[in-house]
């Protein structure tokens, strides 16, 4: 069923760049084996796609890039290989932005994957072909990346659920790096229970992958139906003062579905008997500007190995070593990932070091310690009461995952800077390294277009048990409110 429907689909849609269709036949036939010798595998048969920059072991793994476009991965990414183990069928590879690096899915070699809401808009990205192939029902479950919000953007411009771990929860082992400090892979999924389950086997420690944390991930599912009892959820202010939309000190502007969308699901976890607080988006005016510099450095760093002599895209009869270099990253590299490498070579030399990168760093950790202040409890004095303190921890941000409705293709490609604002909402939180999801609350009726529109929850770091029930418990809230 899932390859006939890529079949029928994945032309109009450019979903996927690769369709395995003998090897998952193959696949399918080894889980039905082991499913008969008494094995317990949780996803015996479900298909599942991989965004194409995480290694498979078969086919090829190629980032969109004319870079790898013929590379073949000797081994397959921890999370990809887990996945399989408990039954999982791997039926394709799935576009995205070129290495990653955007927010639409049009910095592809292959083109962009197109929204199956309205074909002539972006899916978002960097894991465009991911939500699309979720969205568009050709799998019920994707493996993304998530380096600024490249899982949860696209989720909230599909109507799909998009789940970023904490920073070193999931192994990043056969994950084409990016930027190596935020890079994190995670699923995309129809529902928050689906989310859960595939988290719940791709998560724990990798030895690896040094950064992978070894804090035990515990059952996620067996408690996501408990509703949390005297929940309190941070909002802010553009979805809870008086409907008002547009910049304040704390929270800058949102497009009117977006402002809609926030407002409905406080409403809706206000009716579950969650306590609705207002807050301000912490330092979220220098997220952007911090992500734009720490990214690209890292991306300059971990993309330097691709120059024509290992492997990767190589230039024919070079006139010497350096035209080797130049033309083959000319030649394997499109122009955002270029701009980006230039950008971060420049962020990374002498005399601007300080000046840039080590400031960015500095602003990440404020913008870390904003977050934590309102998600992590505070020593308490004798006498506090934190029930009744306004000031008292959330359990959860609720946020916007994107700045508006899914946007037409062609629209932003001449403007990278309003392509990079695409992650205002996201990046601060990928600089903390906390867990967020994105959840479908809303539909927006756009030129003629109903779009999806969804919402952002975050919580703290290692938190992903209680980020889960609060997404779940929202999602039960919004299914059962009449249209």
């Not at 989720?155 to 970023?164: E, L, N, P, R, W």
């Not at 997220?287 to 230039?315: K, Q």
């Not at 130049?326 to 490498?341: D, K, L, Q, Y």
């Amino acid at each position: 069923m899932a390859l006939g429907r890529i079949d029928e689909l994945n032309p109009r849609l450019n979903a996927l760049t690769q369709v395995f269709h003998q090897r998952a036949a193959e696949q399918a036939r080894a889980v039905d084996i082991r499913v008969e010798s008494g094995e317990e595998l949780p996803l015996a048969g479900v298909p599942v796609v991989l965004k194409d920059n995480i290694c498979l072991a078969w086919g090829r793994t190629t980032c969109a890039s004319r870079m790898l476009e013929h590379y073949r991965s000797p081994f397959t990414a921890t999370a990809a290989q887990r996945l399989i183990n408990a039954g999982a069928v791997v039926v394709g590879k799935a576009n995205l932005d070129e290495f990653a690096m955007g927010a639409s899915g049009e910095h592809s070699v292959f083109g962009p994957a197109r929204n199956p809401h309205d074909h002539a808009r972006t899916c978002g990205g960097s894991s465009s072909g991911s939500a699309c192939a979720v969205a568009a029902g050709m799998v019920p479950l994707a493996l993304g990346s998530d380096t600024g919000g490249s899982i949860r953007q696209p989720a909230s411009h599909t109507g799909t659920v998009g789940f970023k771990p904490t920073y070193g929860r999931v192994s990043r082992w056969g994950l084409v790096a990016f930027a190596s400090s935020l890079d994190q892979i995670g699923p995309m999924a129809t529902t928050v229970t689906d989310a859960a389950l595939a988290y719940s086997i791709i998560a724990g420690r990798d030895a690896n992958d040094l950064t992978s944390s070894s804090r035990d991930p515990g059952d996620p599912l067996a408690d996501i139906e408990t509703p949390i009892e005297s929940l309190r959820v941070g909002v802010p202010a553009v979805a809870t003062v008086g409907g008002e939309v547009g910049r304040t000190p704390s929270s800058p502007s949102a497009h009117p579905a977006v402002a809609a969308a926030l407002r409905k699901a406080a409403d809706a976890l206000r009716d579950a008997g969650a306590e609705i607080v207002e807050i301000g988006l912490p330092h979220t005016e220098h997220a952007v500007a911090a992500y734009y510099l720490i990214a690209p450095a890292e991306a300059s760093s971990n993309l330097a190995r691709f120059d024509g002599v290992r492997y990767g895209r190589r230039a024919e009869n070079p006139a010497d070593l350096e035209d080797l270099y130049v033309r083959s990253r000319t030649e394997g590299f499109g122009p955002e990932v270029r701009r980006r490498i230039m950008l971060g070579t420049h962020i990374l030399s002498s005399g601007y070091y300080d000046a840039y990168y080590t400031t960015a760093l500095k602003a990440r950790r404020v913008i870390k310690a904003g977050y934590d202040a309102l998600l992590e409890p505070k020593p308490r004095e004798p006498g506090d009461h934190a029930e009744s303190d306004s000031t008292a921890p959330c359990d959860a941000l609720l946020m916007p995952a994107a700045p508006g409705p899914a946007f037409r293709l062609g629209e932003k490609t001449d403007d990278p800077l309003a392509l990079y604002l695409e992650d205002v909402y996201t990046a601060g939180v990928s600089l903390a390294g906390l867990p967020a999801i994105t959840v479908p609350v809303d539909n927006a009726e756009v030129e003629g277009s109903t779009l999806p529109v969804g919402v952002q929850l975050v919580a703290s770091a290692w938190a992903e048990d209680r980020l889960l029930r609060v997404a779940r418990m929202l999602e039960k809230q919004i299914t059962a409110t009449p249209v």
